[in-house]
């Protein structure tokens, strides 16, 4: 039986309902993001390796 996806939000959603922000689900091999605004709509994935370099890059100070 295949298993639930479970879904994220940051914690930086925002106020009132939270759905102003992206979601992310780990797939093992890739991590699939999502608008929390439509969520029945289609995800984008990325290779795991991938999306954390794009997540430590984002938290390096801009030049």
Known sequence: MAQAVRWQK????????????????DLDTHIAVRDSKAPARATLTFPADTFAR???ALKRPAN
């Open 10 to 25: 940051s914690s930086y959603s925002g106020g009132g309902d939270g759905n102003t922000c992206v979601e992310v689900a």
């Open 54 to 56: 794009f997540v430590e």
